[in-house]
């Protein structure tokens, strides 16, 4: 009984193994090509889905039909007016013939070396064929002023290419030397842009001299000001205390004035209002000039001895 249900196991067995060795799947990322003997056979496999092959003489090499990542090594390149830059750069590809793909390429480490030497040299030779100005702007759209100090900006000089510009030359021509390799670049920028750094040094230093001179305008257009704040408050303070005095003068005279004009009033009137009046006077003078502490001698024929023994 046991042998009989071998004998059924094993041509079940050959015959599932060769059914699973003749079908395989793609999923909606990848395609595929089928090698026979390391030799590709028939035309790439790119819908997903279920593709049957011969078992056990072919096999199946798999590709990302999704977009791909490059991204470039910095690199020390001089511009066309002489300035050395660091440059580091990326891009996006994608496998679109993964047959001549698997000819020319066989897998994506050697397109990555490929795509290494295509763009890095594209790259380093539109940087040489442009000055820095076209490769850090794209446009020559004028700067916003935003303070005076800021003026000089409006002579900034213009751009020839610009950056996009070239992003485009190096796109285009590595396509055009990747054009049987069965790949497109989709897209391709410069991530940085930087000086080497014994440049990079002078440039921080120039900045902070250049922002240290805005500071020092500022710094003495704010004394200035504060100065003539100061001198104006003075001036003002001067004249309020000036025109204060003056306005008290005049009140006072005034004052004074109309006080003598009473009093000259009263003494005109009659005899005993110039009596009251010279009385009055002498008391004041007398208030004004004595204390506890202070002795007077006065003759017996002095007005003040007179009011004051007529008094007591």
Same mark, same amino acid.
């Given at each position: 009984?046991?042998?009989?249900?071998?004998?059924? %196991?094993?041509?079940?067995?050959?015959?599932?193994?060769? $059914?699973?060795?003749?079908?395989?799947? %793609?999923?909606?990322?990848?395609?595929?090509?089928?090698?026979?003997?390391?030799?590709?056979?028939?035309?790439?496999?790119?819908?997903?889905?279920?593709? *049957?092959?011969?078992?056990?003489?072919?096999?199946?090499?798999? *590709?990302?039909?999704?977009?791909?990542? &490059?991204?470039?090594?910095?690199?020390?390149?001089?511009?066309?007016?002489?300035?050395?830059? *660091?440059?580091?750069?990326?891009?996006? &590809?994608?496998?679109?013939?993964? %047959?001549? *793909?698997?000819?020319?390429? @066989?897998?994506?480490?050697?397109?990555?070396?490929?795509?290494?030497?295509?763009?890095?040299?594209?790259? @380093?030779?539109?940087?040489?064929?442009?000055?820095?100005?076209?490769?850090?702007?794209?446009?020559?759209?004028?700067?916003?002023?935003?303070?005076?100090?800021?003026?000089?900006?409006?002579?900034?000089?213009?751009?020839?290419?610009?950056?996009?510009?070239?992003?485009?030359?190096?796109? $285009?021509?590595?396509?055009?030397?990747? $054009?049987?390799?069965?790949?497109? =670049?989709?897209?391709?920028?410069?991530? @940085?842009?930087?000086?080497?750094?014994?440049?990079?040094? @002078?440039?921080?230093?120039?900045?902070?001299?250049?922002?240290?001179?805005?500071?020092?305008?500022?710094?003495?257009?704010?004394?200035?000001?504060?100065?003539?704040?100061?001198?104006?408050?003075?001036?003002?303070?001067?004249?309020?205390?000036?025109?204060?005095?003056?306005? $008290?003068? =005049?009140?006072?005279?005034?004052?004074?004035?109309?006080?003598?004009?009473?009093?000259?009033?009263?003494?005109?009137?009659?005899?005993?209002?110039?009596?009251?009046?010279?009385?009055?006077?002498?008391?004041?003078?007398?208030?004004?000039?004595?204390?506890?502490?202070?002795?007077?001698?006065?003759?017996?024929?002095?007005?003040?001895?007179?009011?004051?023994?007529?008094?007591?």
């Amino acid at each position: 009984m046991s042998r009989t249900y071998l004998y059924l %196991l094993i041509p079940i067995a050959i015959v599932l193994i060769v $059914a699973f060795g003749s079908v395989f799947v %793609l999923s909606e990322t990848q395609q595929a090509i089928v090698t026979q003997f390391g030799k590709p056979v028939g035309e790439p496999r790119t819908a997903p889905g279920i593709h *049957f092959k011969m078992p056990f003489v072919q096999k199946v090499q798999y *590709f990302d039909k999704r977009f791909l990542a &490059w991204d470039g090594d910095p690199n020390q390149v001089p511009t066309k007016d002489k300035k050395f830059i *660091f440059v580091d750069t990326y891009a996006r &590809w994608q496998i679109t013939d993964p %047959l001549q *793909f698997f000819i020319r390429l @066989r897998d994506e480490r050697s397109a990555q070396s490929r795509l290494d030497d295509i763009l890095d040299g594209e790259t @380093r030779n539109a940087i040489a064929s442009n000055e820095l100005l076209d490769i850090v702007r794209s446009t020559n759209r004028a700067p916003e002023i935003s303070e005076s100090f800021m003026q000089e900006l409006e002579k900034l000089d213009s751009i020839g290419v610009g950056r996009d510009k070239i992003e485009a030359a190096i796109l $285009a021509k590595a396509n055009q030397r990747c $054009a049987d390799l069965g790949v497109r =670049i989709l897209d391709f920028r410069f991530k @940085r842009v930087n000086y080497v750094e014994e440049v990079r040094q @002078r440039v921080y230093d120039r900045m902070i001299s250049e922002r240290n001179r805005i500071a020092d305008q500022f710094r003495s257009e704010g004394e200035g000001e504060a100065r003539k704040i100061e001198g104006d408050k003075e001036r003002d303070l001067a004249e309020i205390q000036s025109t204060a005095v003056r306005d $008290a003068d =005049i009140i006072r005279g005034k004052a004074d004035a109309e006080a003598t004009s009473i009093y000259a009033s009263a003494y005109n009137k009659s005899p005993q209002a110039r009596a009251l009046y010279t009385f009055m006077k002498s008391m004041e003078t007398l208030e004004k000039s004595l204390d506890a502490q202070t002795s007077i001698v006065l003759t017996t024929d002095s007005e003040l001895f007179s009011y004051l023994k007529k008094t007591y």
